[in-house]
């Protein structure tokens, strides 16, 4: 089996998400993201219980666009969301023992398009 580049991977899964991503008329779309105040530890407990729900390397490896910036709390922002979005936008799939927050304003930034 050929190996496609990550960049060209993360790109494909990128494209993929935001083509299969749509919203009813009358629902508001809606984000999960980490709390500006959560500390280091909760921020990596957040990616561990995420990725063990939900697939994570597809988007937080090095060269795929929402890798960067290279912190903890965007990466657990981002794996936060993925978990969120793909376990219904329930109020409670967001609460991540009360570091985060469900926010309408779209957290998408550079290359990087959330769900």
């Known amino acids: 089996m050929a ?3 990550a960049l060209s991977f993360c790109l494909l899964v990128v494209s993929f998400i935001t ?9 508001e779309k809606t984000w999960c993201v980490a709390k500006p105040s959560t500390d280091e530890i909760a921020l ?10 939900v ?3 597809t988007f937080l490896q090095p060269g ?7 912190n903890r709390f965007n990466h657990a922002s981002v794996a936060m969301n993925v978990y969120y979005q793909r376990q219904g936008r ?3 799939n967001c609460d991540f023992n009360n570091s985060a927050i ?9 290359g990087c398009v959330y769900e």
């Open 55 to 57: 697939e994570c390397s």
């Open 44 to 53: 990596q407990n957040n990616i561990e219980y995420a990725c063990t729900n």
């Open 19 to 27: 083509v299969a991503t749509f919203t009813l008329a009358h629902e």
């Open 90 to 92: 329930n109020q409670w």
């Open 102 to 110: 469900v926010t309408v304003t779209d957290p998408s930034y550079g």
């Open 64 to 70: 795929c666009p929402c890798f960067t910036p290279d």
């Open 3 to 5: 190996k496609l580049p």
